[in-house]
């Protein structure tokens, strides 16, 4: 089963994660400078 992780980062002010399955979402990160909820490093990978 492969998943993908997309990450949009094309807004300066906010950033969003999401890894999906074949056809289905199994997370979904934001995160807005705003308002800081850091969460770990984030990486682009390939699984």
């Known amino acids: 089963m492969a998943k993908d ?3 949009d980062a094309s807004h300066p002010d ?3 994660v999401v890894l999906k399955s ?3 979402i ?3 990160e ?3 400078r705003n308002k800081l909820y ?3 490093n984030i990486y682009l ?3």
């Open 14 to 16: 906010e950033t969003r």
């Open 5 to 7: 992780l997309y990450i």
């Open 30 to 32: 934001y995160e807005n």
């Open 26 to 28: 199994e997370e979904y």
């Open 38 to 40: 850091l969460k770990n």
């Open 22 to 24: 074949e056809n289905q």
């Open 45 to 47: 990978g390939k699984v």
